[in-house]
């Protein structure tokens, strides 16, 4: 399965309208081609990075159906949908990305995915876009899920953890960075982000032995985004 990421950066005094668009048309239009659902809809959380910036996530079951829904923004039927999306933002850029071989979301069955959005809870995502260092991809690959991932869900069931990984990607080859990894973790305890920002990691999560240190052999190069899903996001 592809996951289509793209970072739509919205006019702010088009920003409602630009939401419209998406609840009441984009969407449903999509979901009207096979094998095609835009999964979420998110904005970054104001104070946590540019301004007017909106995430979508869309999943296509396979190349044949991201031809499809290509071919559709291309002359097709989301064409002139498509146009409307542009004059609300100043720009959109999308990368085609992966699952890990250890994400624990591989697939998604797109026909439980709501296709008229409705409204519901919010929830918050942390978004990391590392970049590992020139020719340890791989290594990054299989670390992350032998060392990061256990390292997270033991933390969890010991003292609780801020976050729990949903998903791990990587940009597909030809549709983006080429050495990039998204992280893609909710957040299940919000209270846990103010310390974090207002303060220094505790020493034991930069000992030797937790990946905080030992990953520094392979990247120490990434981002972080909080994001917010709209109370409209097909998924949440």
């Given amino acids: 399965m592809w996951f289509i990421h793209e970072l ?33 809809v998110l904005r970054h959380a104001h104070g946590t990075g540019p301004s007017y910036n909106l995430l979508t996530i869309t999943a296509a079951r396979d ?55 409705a409204e519901h809870e919010t ?17 990054y690959v299989k670390a992350s899920g032998s060392h990061y991932a256990p390292e997270i869900a033991e933390r969890s069931q010991s003292e609780g953890s801020m976050i729990a990984i949903e998903g791990a990607y990587r ?12 992280l893609w973790q909710r957040v299940v305890e919000p209270r846990a982000l103010v310390p974090l920002i207002t303060r220094e990691l505790p020493e034991r ?19 972080s985004s909080l994001l917010r899903t709209v109370p409209w996001s097909p998924l949440y």
Wanted: aromatic share 6%; proline share 7%.
């Fill in 205 to 223: 999560y930069r000992a030797p032995g937790t990946w905080m240190h030992d990953a520094l052999e392979l990247r120490d190069r990434w981002s």
């Fill in 171 to 182: 940009t597909a080859y030809g549709a983006g960075v080429r050495r990039e990894i998204l």
């Fill in 8 to 40: 739509h950066e919205v006019r702010g005094d088009r920003e409602d309208e630009l939401d419209a668009s998406l609840r009441d048309e984009w969407i449903p239009a999509v979901a009207g081609l096979d094998g095609v659902r835009v999964l979420y």
């Fill in 63 to 117: 190349g044949a159906a991201w031809e499809r829904l290509a071919a559709a923004i291309d002359g097709g039927p989301l064409s002139e949908p498509s146009r409307r999306l542009d004059g609300m933002r100043h720009d959109v850029t999308g990368k085609i990305m992966i699952p890990l071989p250890w994400s624990p979301i591989q697939t998604v069955d797109l026909d439980t995915v709501p296709h008229l959005p």
């Fill in 123 to 139: 929830s918050m995502f942390m978004a990391d876009t590392v970049r590992p260092n020139a020719g340890r991809l791989e290594d």
